[in-house]
């Protein structure tokens, strides 16, 4: 059972969407389906636009016994229905906010002071590199700082650990409360709590009482494989539907996001002698999720170990604020980052 400080969230969320964003969700609510599609669709669990797009257009056609055309009209109607909303060049920079420092010095340094509303962070590196010891120790950090702000941490590893984060809180259990968790590792599931995220904040953007300005997802890749299903056409349906969400949550709502991903071998550099003479060749490294993800963040940070215990090393490899190519090294102790 999860620390009783800390809030895991009940990931069945839908239900309790109001009207406007049910309106999105829900198939019922559009009218270029007929109910004849509507009650076949039904009979497999299809209920949702998540639903239906999890599905490639051939089974929808085959399931529902529409017609290509009618699909089409299906189609762009939800489209125009859940089109983002337009705003001016001010709006868009005053919805920015002001900018949130992560709490830990050398990484703040390498951002240019913290990260901005709408900006995506991601940790990327093998196993065993710090990028969970990494989360964890900011989502501390935030939540312990001065300003009244709220986070969220997504836990698609399940491994979410109570007691390290109040360690890492140093038991200042009266902002615990500031962080919710949601512990899924079923894409599905997650793709609903993104899509579903906004209903449910307020008018003022709050989550738990005070202001929601960070949220985390420790680790992205775990949710899109091993699949059931063929995982070229699956996976990347679900990269789509997450991709667009985080983006579209991080601009809307003001909020930055902090993620994890998977590093895999690009390829091999040429061979090379080392001091004892033998020829060994090198991993090129990159970060997995594939070529629509690469530019989807506007930091990527590779995390390394340098081969001592607990000693780390962090490269700014990506950057829209401030120069590529930065590092610095850090520790991951009892009491966090240093």
Not at 58 to 76: F, G, R, S, V
Not at 205 to 221: A, E, F, K, M, Y
Not at 304 to 314: I, Q
Request: glycine share 6%; aromatic share 8%.
């Amino acid at each position: 059972m999860a620390d009783p400080a800390i809030h895991v969230a009940d990931p069945s969320i839908a239900d309790s969407c109001p009207p406007s964003v049910n309106d999105c969700c829900r198939l019922l609510t559009y009218k270029e389906i007929s109910k004849e599609s509507l009650a076949k669709l039904e009979e497999n669990d299809i209920t949702t636009v998540t639903d239906l797009f999890l599905k490639t257009p051939e089974t929808i056609l085959t399931m529902a016994d529409m017609t290509h055309l009618e699909y089409e009209k299906l189609t762009n109607e939800i489209f125009l229905k859940c089109r983002p909303e337009v705003t001016t060049f001010l709006g868009a920079l005053h919805g920015r906010g002001q900018l949130m420092s992560t709490g830990f010095a050398k990484l703040d340094k390498i951002l240019g002071g913290g990260l901005y509303g709408g900006e995506i962070l991601e940790f990327y590196g093998l196993p065993s590199t710090g990028k969970t010891q990494m989360c964890l120790s900011i989502a501390a950090l935030v939540s312990q700082g001065e300003e009244d702000i709220s986070l969220v941490y997504l836990d698609l590893k399940n491994d979410f650990e109570p007691l390290r984060f109040q360690e890492l809180c140093k038991a200042c259990n009266e902002k615990i409360d500031r962080i919710r968790v949601y512990r899924e590792s079923k894409v599905k599931d997650v793709i609903n709590i993104l899509e579903n995220f906004e209903s449910k904040l307020s008018a003022a953007n709050t989550l738990l009482g005070v202001s929601l300005r960070l949220i985390i997802i420790d680790s992205l890749p775990m949710m899109f494989y091993p699949s059931e299903t063929d995982y070229d056409d699956f996976a990347r349906i679900c990269q789509e539907r997450v991709f667009q969400n985080m983006k579209r949550i991080s601009a809307r709502l003001g909020v930055a996001i902090i993620m994890t991903n998977h590093a895999v071998v690009q390829d091999f550099n040429r061979k090379r002698k080392t001091s004892a003479g033998i020829f060994e060749q090198q991993q090129r490294l990159k970060p997995a999720l594939g070529a629509y993800w690469i530019d989807v963040p506007n930091f990527r940070v590779y995390l390394a170990s340098s081969g001592e215990c607990n000693e780390f090393s962090a490269t700014l490899c990506k950057s829209t604020r401030t120069e590529e190519g930065q590092t610095f090294s850090f520790q991951i102790l009892d009491a966090g980052l240093r």
